[in-house]
Every structure is written in structure tokens, then in C-alpha cells.
């Protein structure tokens, strides 16, 4: 089985459980936290793929982080998922719920990348239009990268909009190379 299709199975249960008890919108911010510290954490990526660490030793210890974190049905979750030996699909499978619970709740991540960081008011102003374009609750995260130059890049989903002065300057070259106006 693929780890697109185990992941879906997995992330589906915990979102159709979380649904039936209605504690989605809490176990969506438990999920949220946990991928956070599993992505920031080398370490704990690497306990968990780890062949030769007992399946308790790993429940005893994502028990110890997470216990004061996290709702009881979210730790269990994980618990469950170590002992159905995918602790290595863990991350894939939070991914794959996160994207099952914005698809249900109407939410589009957005990532934007500009060359300076935003003012509150130009984030606020960019989710807006973002918003009213999709008819989509948008959840922005932004990002610096001085190499752009100037503009923005924009990603939802698979759609990038690449607005950035470096990326103009590229056309350009490419352009003016095409026309044997310059010499590479």
C-alpha cells in the first residue's frame, strides 16, 4: 500500500472520529502542534523511524511530550499509530489531516514570499484579496527572501504566481537573449 493511501486512511479515521465527538477543531490544533515539533525536532523524526527502539519506549516517550500539550484522543491517536507499526508515516499522516480538515472547513494555505518582511496591515490586506479571489478562507504564512529582489511569490496549492523583480529580470535575459540582443 502507498503512503499516500495509508496516510489518507489514518488522517480520515482521526478526522471522522474527531468529527463524531465533535472535538475536530480541537484535535486540528493538536495536529497542528505535533507536526510543528515533529517537523523542528531531527531528533524526534529520528526516534520514531528508529527500527531498533521498542514500540512501548516510543509510546512512553511521545507520551511524555505531548501529554500536557495535547487532548487524550489526539494522544491517543499517536499511540495507535505506533502500534500499528507507522510511526514513520506519522508526519505524512498529520500532513494528509491538516489538508482533509482544510478541504472540509473551505480553508486554502497560501504561502508568500516577498523580499522584505510585511507590515500586519499588508499581510492582513494580501489574506483579504486572497479571499475574496478563492471564496476561500485563506491561512497565510510568509516568508522572506532577499533574492527575490522586490514583488512576491505566491503559492496556493499547486498554482505559483511568481511576481518577483527577479523573476522579471529572468524574462527579460530570456527575452533579450532570444532576440540575440545580448551575448550570454
Same mark, same amino acid.
Given at each position: 500500500m502507498s503512503v499516500y493511501s495509508v496516510s489518507s486512511r489514518f488522517a480520515t479515521a482521526l478526522l471522522q472520529s474527531a468529527s463524531e465527538k465533535n472535538i475536530s477543531g480541537a484535535? /486540528?490544533? #493538536?495536529v497542528e502542534l505535533i507536526s510543528q515539533t515533529i517537523t523542528a525536532s531531527k531528533e524526534l523524526r529520528n526516534l &520514531?523511524? /528508529?527500527p531498533v527502539l521498542k514500540e512501548s519506549k516510543k509510546a512512553e516517550i511521545i507520551e511524555e511530550i505531548f501529554k500536557s500539550k495535547? /487532548?487524550?484522543d489526539s494522544l491517543n491517536f499517536l499511540k495507535f499509530v505506533i502500534r500499528k507499526n507507522r510511526e514513520n508515516l506519522l508526519h505524512e499522516i498529520l500532513k494528509?489531516? !491538516?489538508e482533509l480538515w482544510n478541504s472540509k472547513n473551505n480553508i486554502l494555505s497560501a504561502k !508568500?514570499? /516577498?523580499a522584505y518582511k510585511l507590515e500586519e496591515s499588508e499581510k492582513k490586506h494580501i489574506a483579504e484579496v486572497l479571499e475574496k479571489y478563492t471564496g476561500k478562507k485563506i491561512q497565510s504564512v510568509f516568508n522572506i #527572501?532577499? @533574492?527575490i529582489i522586490g514583488g512576491f511569490v505566491l503559492k496556493i496549492g499547486d498554482t505559483v504566481i511568481d511576481g518577483s523583480v527577479a523573476n522579471q529580470l529572468l524574462v527579460l @535575459? @530570456?527575452?533579450l537573449l532570444e532576440?540575440? &540582443?545580448i551575448v550570454n
Open positions: 484535535v /486540528s490544533a #493538536d &520514531l523511524a /528508529s495535547v /487532548s487524550a494528509r489531516f !491538516i !508568500i514570499t /516577498s #527572501d532577499q @533574492k @535575459k @530570456k527575452k532576440e540575440n &540582443l
